[in-house]
């Protein structure tokens, strides 16, 4: 308990590393001020009655002598113009974050059970890392591509819906370097709270150095292929082997006719449910052989061996999406 | 009748009508009764039911959270105790806690009349109660629900391998029978008023309770059709909230808030009502302003369907609407603190004793007031966007549902006891009880709120190791607030049978419901009562 | 809904009078309810057709627009007879009460077997939402939802109908064994505003339906 | 219950008067009106319910508490259908 509870005295907070979270906070800090204010009065007042006017207290009790519509309307005219003043406030600071500058380097985030697969302008792809530069203005494209995710970074004040089947930005400038939570903080099923990552600010010029450094993706399912191995996946899936196993390639995308008579498209989904409950979905002609992995292979082994699976030749899904509309839900 | 009300009434010549306790022993007589007070009991029964099972998940959430790690249950089954957690809080135990159950058993008392407007409706509704709980039992047994209570497209329509289906079949009953609770209290409240009961003169329980009734009728039926909709979509395979086949998920949170932010008034408009009585009561003076606390019960009732939208503020709804949703929400909360300022008022000058009532009252104002200002934070569109969907989200409305909601179910309880079954509870374990409940309480909650500002996101069943003591305290809280909860039970239950005898008036009130026997008797008044004051009439005036 | 039986113990009225009035309320409360349940609907319907205007011209076309009005004009007409029921229930002619009932009835299940029949000349279609939607027009997918609003909005509108139907064969039944008459007039009033309710929902039914053009 | 009531002859006219509007709507339907054709014929529902309304369920002959609740599912449909489309209609602009 000791390293959370000096964490919690010591640096206490998200962190303050985007342009917007400074005025977040001067309003927070603000209205809890004045509730402090107000709840303070207010209970000290409820004590000093509770005391003074007790049932058996001596304490005089003449009729009062100020006009009750009087001090009714004193504090709703009060209140309804403090709570004006909060409501102008906080839609002004709004307005400015939900305003995204002209020029800024645009990122893609999709939101996917359950990982952030976010691509760079120049075609870098990274999975649940996002990294940004130093004091430039970022604009993320967010959708998803099953459920409604939302991506939150604590530290930036930054949260935003991924809605599937739309396209939605969000902007920040981070001010800070350092590497800071993304946490997906709209419920999206089993490992909803494994759908985290970190935001990693680095200067500028690191930055352009890290962009340039290549596709994050050949080492993705570099990795996978080792996992592939190590997990002994192999030992059954790649050809020949000793066991009567599905295939692989030309897997991702394609239609998979099940045992019961269903049909199926071998989408992430699929994949990560074939690999965790094999028995759910078992492939037509084959005996249910595979033992579940559930609990044994971990979140981000499993994203590399779904990407290297994806990696290899095989079809692309079709696009998600309804078809052309006359009037489209508007971004 | 210039001052009735220290007075108890003069007894009734002839032999004492039976009490409703009295009036039948079977079991029988108890199912099938038509008799307000019973079927307020039923669902006394039916709600406490409810409630175990619910804080029997939140328990096991607790202990869970007091590592990060995720060693205590699986996600799966962490998804499913939240999403069961929050079905049976909001639908089987807050939103019939205090109108069907304290409201059924005092509405007709208080106006003075035998019954409600249409008592075979009222047992109706307690039966389709209980098939709804069935249902929602049944889907707990088979293995759950995962999509939280929320039941957000299109991970509840689409996605969720659970038994989505049955649990919202049992929501979809169990909305039937509020809106047959809410009909009947609107017929009786204008139609079954004692002669002299006018509304200037209607005690403000039932102004809150009225208002409460029109939402129950007027926001239910949409949550019906919503989720007969997501039943639909799972049975057909249709679209209509699923954006792969041009729907759009965002029409389910705009139908399913439009009913879910009004039923937190459902939940804390009774509670605000209940606690205007007992205020009154024991501080023996007419509450500050009536007028305006019974006009803010009707204004937060019409204005509390008009802000749904801060639920969406970052959903990817319009920016304009969220600039709308945002002022309505604000306006929405000068209501509210119009009913503290007038409670704190009302104590100036009263003669205050602390029975439990009291005790759950004053908790009531404190802990309601907290929750109210971080209200007014989350209405507030920068700082919501930061902390929605964190623990501040969860901590702010355990405040105004816990805080505000059960404390007053557990004052109107204590307070009515002696109406309810004829005898006192036993007083100082009561007190221990209630001042547990409030330290429980607050050491659960308020850590919650620093957890949320920090950034930890609800739901989430591993957490960085940084929120680790906060979630610590927490669980801590949760036990002493448990065993809190526990302690009411028990000598509640003691007390039905073994209690001190009560008379007519215990707490030298106002109001009609005291002006008869206690327990009442089976058809409330002998004679039927007139009334020639207002409320409160205590001899203090202002 | 109606609350007619006077058991002496369980009636909190003191008089007839007052005891219509809290009839008449809680029916009218019961009908605001309705009209929120029905919202709704009303509500997904107004998104998608102004998200998708054209696709709900083509899916309105592809319903039978001669149906729709035939059925329209058979509701209103047993509007009339449940509204000449309550006129004869009043005056206590129990003879008049039982034909305009009757006629009710029979216009009633008139109405769920063309629009039944409706059903199943889409269902032969493939125009039934879900796996076996069969369409090919553009749009298709839109053209679904709103054939899937069609089929959850009239459909409801049906389960409405069916209720309402045993609802009259209750009240025949009552009139048969002669405990309806001019003071004990409340179950065919409310009966008769639960009909009509329902039939003021199929009169926007129709040409939010079938007169998409 | 309370004088005056409703009388066949109402009845009788009332029906007639509905089955004109229903004409009248089935015929606009085949009508060039080009974007006045939703008004129209939304309009004409909305004059049979109000028919159907005031003379079949009577509200005519009833007291005003009745009438209040008659229109009160409107005005909360009213606000369900107002505020969502104030988010739909607003949703392509940008601050």
């Known amino acids: 308990m000791s390293p959370g509870l000096a964490f919690a005295f010591s640096d206490w907070g998200p962190g303050t590393a985007s342009s917007v979270a400074p005025r977040v906070d001067l309003i927070f800090w603000t209205i809890l001020g004045v509730s402090a204010v107000v709840v303070g009065g207010l209970a000290f007042a409820n004590l000093y009655f509770l005391i003074r006017y007790r049932r058996n207290s001596p304490a005089p009790r003449p009729p009062l002598r100020i006009k009750t519509a009087w001090l009714e309307s004193a504090w709703i005219t009060a209140t309804t113009v403090i709570f004006l003043g909060f409501f102008f406030w906080g839609a002004s600071v709004y307005l400015f974050a939900e305003r995204p500058p002209a020029g800024a380097l645009t990122i893609a985030v999709t939101g996917r059970q359950w990982m952030w697969d976010i691509r760079h302008e120049n075609g870098r792809r990274e999975f649940n890392e996002l990294h940004v530069p130093l004091g430039e203005d970022v604009r993320l494209v967010l959708t998803s591509e099953d459920v409604i995710h939302s991506f939150f970074v604590p530290a930036f004040r930054l949260k935003q819906d991924a809605v599937p089947g739309r396209r939605v930005s969000a902007w920040f400038r981070a001010t800070k370097s350092g590497t800071y939570h993304i946490f997906c903080a709209e419920y999206c099923g089993t490992a909803h709270s494994g759908m985290v990552g970190d935001v990693v600010v680095l200067p500028p010029a690191r930055y352009a150095e890290w962009l340039e450094r290549g596709n994050a993706m050949e080492d993705l399912t570099q990795r996978g292929r080792r996992l592939f191995l190590r997990y002994n996946c192999s030992g059954c899936h790649d050809q020949p082997a000793a066991v009567h196993a599905p295939v692989l390639t030309e897997l991702y995308g394609a239609m998979v006719p099940t045992s019961d008579g269903r049909m199926l498209r071998a989408d992430d989904a699929y994949l990560r449910d074939s690999i965790l409950w094999p028995q759910k979905d078992v492939v037509a002609g084959y005996e249910p052989l595979m033992p579940s992995f559930q609990n044994v292979i971990p979140e981000s082994d499993l994203l590399d061996l779904i990407a290297y699976l994806k990696s290899l030749p095989g079809r692309q899904p079709p696009p998600a999406g309804p078809g052309e509309s006359s009037r489209p839900l508007p971004p | 009748m210039s001052s009735p009300v220290l007075i108890p009434p003069a007894p009734v010549p002839g032999p004492r009508p039976p009490d409703y306790l009295a009036a039948g022993h079977t079991i029988g007589s108890w199912l099938l009764t038509l008799d307000h007070k019973r079927i307020g009991l039923l669902y006394l029964f039916a709600i406490t039911f409810f409630f175990a099972i619910a804080a029997f998940a939140a328990a096991l959430m607790r202990i869970e959270l007091l590592t990060p790690a995720g060693d205590l249950v699986t996600s799966e089954t962490y998804n499913r105790l939240f999403t069961l957690h929050g079905v049976t809080m909001v639908w089987f135990f807050l939103i019939p806690s205090i109108p069907a159950t304290l409201g059924n058993f005092v509405i007709p008392l208080m106006i003075g009349a035998r019954d409600v407007a249409f008592p075979r409706l009222n047992l109706a509704s307690w039966y389709i109660f209980m098939l709804g709980g069935l249902f929602t039992l049944y889907a707990i047994v088979m293995g759950g629900v995962d999509t939280g209570w929320t039941f957000y497209t299109p991970y509840s329509s689409t996605y969720s391998n659970s038994h989505v289906m049955a649990m919202a079949a049992g929501v979809f009953i169990a909305g039937f029978s509020s809106i047959a609770t809410g009909l009947n209290f609107i017929v009786t409240i204008h139609k079954l008023r004692a002669p002299g009961l006018t509304w200037g003169r209607l005690p403000l329980f039932l102004w809150s309770m009225y208002s409460t009734s029109i939402i129950l009728v007027l926001a239910t039926p949409v949550l019906a059709i919503t989720l007969l909709l997501i039943v639909l979509e799972r049975c057909f395979g249709v679209g209509i909230f699923d954006p792969k086949l041009g729907g759009d998920p965002l029409l389910f949170q705009h139908l399913f808030w439009f009913y879910s932010h009004p039923a937190v008034y459902i939940m804390i408009l009774p509670g605000m009502g209940v606690v205007s009585e007992i205020i009154a009561a024991f501080a023996r003076k007419p509450v500050f302003g009536y007028e305006v606390v019974a006009a803010s019960s009707m204004a937060i009732g019409v204005l509390g369907f008009l802000v749904w939208g801060h639920h969406m503020f970052v959903s990817s709804q319009s920016v304009y609407a969220g600039v709308v949703f945002s002022l309505l929400s604000f306006l929405v909360a000068v209501p509210s603190a119009i009913k503290v300022f007038s409670w704190t008022a009302t104590l100036h000058r009263g003669h205050i004793s602390l029975e439990t009532p009291m005790l759950y009252a004053l908790g009531f104002i404190g802990l309601f007031t907290v929750g109210g200002v971080t209200g007014v934070m989350l209405a507030t569109l920068a700082i919501d966007v930061h902390v929605t969907d964190t623990y501040f989200v969860v901590a702010h409305f355990h405040y105004i549902m816990v805080g505000g909601a059960v404390m007053a179910f557990m004052g109107g309880i204590h307070y009515w006891w002696p109406k309810i079954c004829g005898r006192m509870y036993p007083e100082w374990p009561a007190r221990i009880a209630a001042l547990t409940i409030f330290l429980g309480f607050n050491l659960t909650f308020f850590p919650q709120f620093v957890l949320g500002y920090m950034g930890m996101p609800r739901r989430y069943h591993v957490y960085p190791p940084e929120f680790q003591a906060l979630n610590v305290l927490s669980t801590a809280g949760a036990s002493i607030l448990g065993i809190g909860y526990l302690m009411p039970l028990v000598y509640l239950t003691w007390s039905f049978f073994r209690g001190r005898r009560a008379g007519p008036n215990p707490w030298g009130a106002t109001g009609l419901e005291w002006r008869t026997d206690s327990p009442a008797p089976e058809h409330n008044f002998a004679e039927t009562p007139i009334v020639t004051t207002g409320p409160y009439h205590y001899p203090v005036q202002p | 809904m109606s609350n007619t039986l006077t058991h002496p113990a369980a009636s909190p009225y003191s008089d007839r009078e007052q005891h219509a009035v809290a009839n008449h309320l809680g029916m009218w409360t019961f009908i605001a309810t309705e009209i929120l349940f029905f919202g709704g609907l009303f509500a997904s319907y107004s998104l998608y057709r102004w998200a998708y205007p054209a696709a709900f011209v083509t899916g309105s076309k592809h319903l039978e627009f001669w149906i729709g009005t035939l059925n329209t004009g058979v509701l209103l007409t047993s509007s009339l007879f449940m509204a000449l029921a309550d006129l004869a229930v009043r005056a206590g002619r129990r003879g008049a009460l039982r034909w305009s009932l009757l006629a ?67 009240l025949l039944w009552l009139n048969h064994r002669r405990r309806l008459g001019a003071d004990h007039d409340a179950p065919v009033s409310m009966v008769a505003l639960y009909w009509h309710f329902v039939d003021c929902v199929w009169i926007f039914l129709y040409p939010l339906l079938y007169l998409v053009r | 219950m309370k004088a005056p009531h409703l009388t066949a002859r109402v009845c009788f006219a009332n029906y007639a008067a509905l089955m004109v509007l229903l004409a009248l709507t089935a015929l606009a339907a085949r009508a060039p009106l080009g974007a006045w054709k939703a008004p129209v014929s939304l309009g004409i529902a909305a004059a049979k319910m109000a028919l159907v309304f005031i003379f079949f369920m009577q509200l005519r002959y009833q007291r005003g508490l009745v009438r209040v609740f008659a229109l009160a599912g409107f005005f909360w449909l009213g606000i369900v259908l107002t505020l969502m489309f104030a988010d739909y209609l607003t949703r392509g602009w940008l601050p």
């Not at chain 3, 039934?128 to 997918?141: D, I, K, M, S, T």
Request: hydrophobic share 55%; aromatic share 16%.
């Open chain 3, 104 to 170: 009710t009835w029979l216009l009633g299940a008139l109405f769920l077997g063309l629009k039944f029949y409706e059903y199943h000349l889409a269902a032969k279609e493939g125009h039934v939402p879900g796996a076996h939607f069969r369409l090919e027009v553009p749009q298709a997918p839109q053209v679904e939802l709103f054939m899937f609003l069609y089929f959850a909005m009239t459909g409801l509108h049906a389960a409405h109908m069916i209720i309402g139907l045993g609802a009259i064969a209750w």
